[in-house]
């Protein structure tokens, strides 16, 4: 999984994060993550999953979250301008994040992606 540090000047600055972003006025959730995958890494993902949603309230703003699971096939393009990192699903906790990601994590436990490989159909856990 990738994982991005968060800027010191943002909120939760120096923590680290999933890539992702705000909704823009009449853009999907879905198209939303693509963009926002897109520009935070220059990565672009294919086979996209919804994994659910969580709404989590700090003391100064309420975040809405719709969490997307997707493969990257090609990562040579991977063009982030921060620190990143690609972690393991069960090495997570081992990355301070915000308060909020704490149940976007246990939306990743079940994430699971269909790849075909010739004539056969297999999933495979993807991190």
């Not at 923590?15 to 705000?22: E, I, M």
């Not at 198209?31 to 926002?36: G, P, Q, T, V, Y």
């Not at 672009?44 to 309420?62: E, V």
Request: charged share 20%; proline share 4%.
């Amino acid at each position: 999984m990738l994982l991005l540090k968060r800027s010191t000047d943002q909120h939760c600055g120096g923590l680290w994060s999933f890539p992702g972003g705000k909704v823009e006025q009449g853009e999907s959730p879905q198209a939303a993550a693509m963009r926002e995958l897109q520009e935070e890494t220059g990565l672009t993902g294919l086979t996209w999953q919804s994994l659910g949603t969580h709404s989590f309230t700090y003391p100064d703003r309420l975040l809405h979250f719709q969490l997307f699971g997707c493969l990257c096939v090609s990562l040579t393009s991977l063009d982030c301008e921060s620190e990143h990192a690609w972690v393991a699903r069960d090495r997570l906790v081992d990355y301070p994040m915000p308060a909020a990601n704490g149940a976007l994590l246990g939306m990743l436990g079940a994430y699971r992606v269909s790849v075909k490989d010739g004539n056969q159909d297999e999933d495979q856990d993807r991190e």
